[in-house]
């Protein structure tokens, strides 16, 4: 393994970075060793917070690579570092861990993993559902290739593999194991995900907010219990929170200036145990969407105001009302730096070719613990997608052929080649572009 990387690294530095040279090095890097790598790591999905395997890998491809490593940053997060003389230091962040998700995408490398699930202590399947597998085979790219450029660029490389994205622990994790502190407060961040709705290999930037906030929220309906003939004897919880749940959806649609998106979702809703009793107990258990701080609070208040009012109008007495219950889990949105957004996109365009851009504006409001790594201090950042879908795929799908599967489908699945040279190609020139001698 050492002697095969010390070669292709040798390859590398014969190529200058500009142009087709820089596709056709990364091609050839994929080619011979990116795409093991890639099936290694789709056949080896762990679970937020016990990626111990996947950081081990990881730790020894960038050590290979000539960075210098620290394991066991906020659990199993891996930090590498590169100084090349002096300039700014730039972070770039992949995601490593997979989901407890049966795969069913009928592929040869498809994961037959299991692991012992630590929320529930269930031995379930895992499924890289969600992509991290190209995230950290792109990073491994980008590695290989900047210690081998080193003439080309000046400053330090901070390359984060960051545990339990999927439970938004992992960002939160490493910062509060005090990665600024402990390897400096980067100048930049940056960080992509690769994006089953868009066309593979292409690029994708946002000047704004790329991610939305999102806030996890519990309510709890309090009632009177009785039996299912004699309604008038209780107080029903289900029919209290049915009524929450329809009224919560006036908070978007009346609340919210029209042009400010939101999402308030219940995505669960438990009570009772048997057809002919009434409960005295309901649990509502929502996701809250955002992209600015003003309509977050506008979501946040109009929920407790519509659950704790709703109670009072049943005649539950001020003891009883519903509870709300905000998770301290809240994740803030991801927002791009506009002018950065704007530089990279020219880098890209000049470097790879107008071609490899791809305009496709957020429709959903996924969130991402990326932020965490970016405020409190404010650093620069950009968050960018790369396209995973074959296109023929997505015309198939818009003719009214077989749908797309969604991340964390058990369908999913992705072209690893054009997204994971796709990868290592935006961030490589990202990274020159800001790390210019």
């Not at 730096?337 to 107008?354: F, H, I, K, M, P």
Request: net charge negative; charged share 20%.
């Amino acid at each position: 393994m050492i002697k095969r990387t010390a070669a292709l690294l040798t390859l590398f530095v014969s190529l200058p970075v500009l142009g087709n040279e820089l596709g056709d090095a990364v091609q050839q890097d994929y080619d011979e060793y990116l795409a093991p790598l890639f099936d290694h790591f789709h056949r080896n999905p762990e679970l937020s917070t016990i990626e111990h395997e996947t950081a081990r890998r990881m730790a020894m491809e960038l050590s290979l690579a000539g960075f210098e490593v620290t394991e066991g940053v906020g659990g199993t997060g891996v930090v590498a570092m590169l100084e090349n003389g002096d300039g700014p230091l730039v972070m770039m962040r992949a995601d490593m861990d997979g989901l407890p998700v049966e795969e069913k995408s009928g592929l040869e490398n498809a994961s037959r993993a299991r692991q012992v699930d630590p929320i529930t202590g269930n031995e379930v399947f895992v499924m890289h559902a969600c992509g991290h597998d190209v995230h950290i085979t792109s990073l491994v790219g980008t590695a290989r290739y900047m210690a081998a450029h080193r003439d080309d660029w000046s400053g330090t490389l901070m390359l984060v593999v960051q545990p339990a994205e999927e439970r938004v622990l992992g960002a939160r994790a490493m910062r509060d194991d005090k990665i600024w502190e402990r390897f400096g407060t980067p100048d930049y961040a940056l960080a992509f995900h690769v994006s089953a709705g868009d066309p593979a290999g292409k690029i994708t930037v946002e000047e704004g907010d790329a991610y939305a906030g999102a806030d996890t929220v519990d309510i709890i309906v309090h009632g009177v219990g009785a039996h299912g003939a004699s309604p008038h004897a209780g107080k029903d919880p289900v029919l209290i929170g049915s009524q929450i749940v329809v009224a919560l959806q006036t908070l978007v649609a009346r609340e919210l200036p029209p042009r400010a998106p939101g999402v308030v979702t219940v995505g669960s809703f438990h009570s009772g145990t048997k057809h002919n009793i009434i409960s005295d107990r309901a649990h509502l258990q929502l996701t809250v969407r955002n992209t600015n701080e003003e309509t977050r609070k506008i979501l946040l208040e109009g929920i407790e105001r519509i659950a704790v009012n709703t109670g009072r109008a049943a005649g539950l007495p001020e003891d009883k009302l519903p509870e709300v219950i905000i998770s301290n889990e809240s994740v803030p949105p991801t927002v791009n730096d506009a002018d950065l957004a704007r530089q990279l996109r020219g880098a890209w365009v000049d470097t790879l070719g107008e071609d490899k851009l791809h305009v496709s504006p957020p429709e959903g409001m996924g969130a991402e613990d990326f932020p965490f790594f970016t405020v409190d201090p404010d650093i620069r950042s950009v968050y960018w997608s790369i396209g995973g879908t074959p296109q023929a795929d997505l015309d198939a799908e818009a003719a009214g052929g077989p749908p797309v599967a969604s991340h964390h489908s058990p369908l999913f699945k992705i072209a690893p080649e054009p997204s994971v040279t796709a990868g290592v190609e935006s961030t490589v020139v990202a990274l020159m572009t800001l790390l210019q001698p």
